[in-house]
C-alpha cells in the first residue's frame, strides 16, 4: 500500500459496516492475551492488531492484568453490567466495503 | 443489488480461479471473507459503561503516557463492549488511488478456498490487477481471532 497503511485503510472501509473496528490483525497478541473479552482495555497497533493491557471486569491486581504492566489502581466495573450480553450469529460469505463479486462462472460479465 | 450506472466490463478467466473481486471506487476498498461465518457477543446495555469510563478515563491516559506506551491520544484508548471472533478468514485491501487510467481499470483480485485434507480452508490469492494487499488465517486450533471489536471509548 503506497499511501496507506493497510491496516488503517481496512478499519475505514469497513466502519461503514457498522459492526465495530475491523482488525486487519484479527490474532491475539502472542504471550499477551489468548483471546479478546469484553471489558478489555487497549489500543490498536500499527499493524492492525489490539493490545490488550488489562480488562476492568477483573481486579486491578489480576495476574493477567499485569502481564505488560502493573495498572493504575482502579475500582472494578460491576459484573451487573454484564448480565445482559447478547449473543449473535454473523452469517458466512464476504463482507465489503466498495468491493463487489464479479461473476466469473461463464461469460465473466460484470455490470457496474 | 440496485445498480447506479449501466458501464459493461468483461473479464476473461480460466477455470479454478476463485471467485473474483473488483474494487468499485476511486481510491480504496477492502474485503473480509469468512468461510464459516462468525460468533458475536454484545452488552445490551453500554450506557452503563459511561460513567464508568468518564471516571477512569484520565488516570488511565496519564498512566499510559507515564509508561511510553504508544498512545497518541485518548480517544485512540479502546474499551471492548463486544466483538465477533471468527476461527477462519481472508482480508483485503484494495488501493485504486495509483491505477494508470482513472476509473476505466480496477484493482481485482480472485480468492480461491479449498478443504484441506485436515478439513480446514487454504486460501489461495490471485492478484489480478492494481495494488491489493491481502492475507488469511492458518489453522491454530488454541487462536481465537477477533474480526470486529465494539468499543466503548
Known amino acids: ?112 | 443489488m440496485v445498480l447506479s450506472s449501466f458501464n459493461l466490463l468483461i473479464f476473461l478467466f480460466g477455470r479454478g480461479m476463485g471467485q473474483m473481486y473488483e474494487c468499485q471506487d476511486q481510491t480504496y476498498g477492502a474485503l473480509l471473507y469468512l468461510p464459516h461465518g462468525g460468533h458475536s457477543k454484545d452488552v445490551i446495555r453500554t450506557k452503563a459503561f459511561e460513567e464508568y469510563i468518564k471516571d477512569n478515563v484520565d488516570s488511565w491516559f496519564r498512566w499510559l503516557k507515564r509508561k511510553n506506551f504508544p498512545v497518541q491520544r485518548m480517544e485512540d484508548l479502546i474499551l471492548v463492549t463486544g466483538c465477533t471472533l471468527a476461527t477462519s478468514w481472508a482480508a483485503a485491501v484494495f488501493d485504486n488511488n495509483n491505477m494508470p487510467t482513472a476509473g476505466s481499470d480496477s484493482a481485482t483480485i480472485s480468492l480461491d478456498i479449498q478443504k484441506s485434507n485436515r478439513d480446514r480452508e487454504q486460501f489461495f490469492w490471485r492478484n489480478n490487477r492494481g495494488n491489493v494487499e491481502y492475507h488469511n488465517s492458518y489453522f491454530e486450533p488454541v487462536s481465537f481471532p477477533v474480526v470486529f471489536s465494539r468499543r466503548g471509548l
Open chain 1, 1 to 112: 500500500m503506497s499511501v496507506h497503511q493497510p491496516s488503517n485503510v481496512y478499519r475505514e472501509q469497513l466502519s461503514s459496516l457498522n459492526r465495530g473496528l475491523a482488525l486487519w490483525n484479527p490474532k491475539p497478541v502472542e504471550n499477551i492475551y489468548d483471546q479478546i473479552s469484553i471489558g478489555d482495555v487497549g489500543y490498536l497497533l500499527e499493524n492492525g492488531a489490539f493490545m490488550r493491557l488489562f480488562n476492568v471486569t477483573l481486579s486491578w491486581d489480576d495476574p493477567s492484568n499485569r502481564i505488560l504492566e502493573v495498572p493504575e489502581e482502579y475500582k472494578r466495573l460491576e459484573q451487573n453490567h454484564f448480565i445482559n450480553v447478547h449473543s449473535s450469529e454473523m452469517r458466512q460469505g464476504e463482507y465489503c466495503s466498495h468491493v463487489s463479486k464479479v461473476d466469473n462462472t461463464h461469460a465473466n460479465t460484470h455490470i457496474e
